[in-house]
């Protein structure tokens, strides 16, 4: 099983802050997912990023993947309250398999 | 992405009932979905790969009698919880993989209770 580690697992930061959520694995993988899941429903597909290296932004969400397509990060700038969610990455895999998320709280 | 649509979206049980979830896939027809199972704060922990006309693969740990998966058709997979207990209670979430582990789309999720 590849193991994809999520850190921090818990984030409660004020509105307006700017956060950075990390995915690390021994594993390479070809691709990697980030997903957010809000409370009571299932997981909604930020991005996946496919190229070493790469950055893909989502307007205030920049990601990450690793030079050696084993880690990712993703940087939120100026947290609003509606950032709150559980944060999931996901190496690509059939089926899929993620990390154990940060979940994520912004504070008026 | 496909649509993937999820019934019911929470269900309250008695101990020893069985319970049927259902996972429909609406613009895509897809020979596997799969079934995850969260508890709180926690992660989505897979179940299930449900293969259409096949039996379903299971995840470790998981007992195959008591999670019931029958993927009928191209459209459709089922999830039955039999003789639930309350350890039984969690959030369960199916997906469809749409582009070879690339484009997943997840159903909205069914909460059970079981009392």
């Known amino acids: 099983t590849q193991l994809l580690e999520q850190s921090p697992q818990f984030l409660s930061i004020q509105e307006g802050e700017n956060l950075t959520v990390y995915c690390n694995s021994s594993s390479v993988f070809s691709s990697l997912q980030w997903y957010r899941q809000e409370p009571g429903e299932g997981p909604v597909l930020l991005v996946t990023?496919?190229?070493?290296?790469e950055v893909k932004k989502l307007k205030r969400l920049t990601f990450q993947f690793g030079d050696a397509r084993k880690d990712s990060s993703l940087h939120i700038t100026a947290a609003q309250p509606g950032d709150t969610g559980l944060y999931l990455c996901?190496?690509?895999?059939?089926?899929?398999?993620f990390g154990k998320g940060t979940r994520l709280s912004v504070i008026a | 992405g496909a649509v993937v649509s999820q019934h019911p979206s929470w269900v309250i049980c008695k101990s020893g009932t069985s319970v049927k979830i259902e996972c429909r896939s609406l613009d895509f027809q897809a020979t596997t979905m799969f079934w995850y199972r969260q508890f709180p704060k926690q992660s989505l922990m897979l179940m299930a790969t449900s293969n259409e006309g096949s039996k379903a693969t299971y995840e470790q740990g998981v007992e195959k009698d008591k999670f019931l998966i029958n993927h009928a058709s191209l459209t459709l997979s089922t999830l039955t919880v039999t003789s639930a207990h309350p350890e039984d209670s969690s959030f369960y979430i199916c997906s469809v993989d749409r582009d070879r582990g690339r484009d997943y789309t997840f159903g909205s999720g069914t909460r059970l209770t079981v009392v």
């Open positions: 990023v496919v190229t070493g290296g």
């Open positions: 996901a190496g690509e895999h059939t089926p899929l398999v």
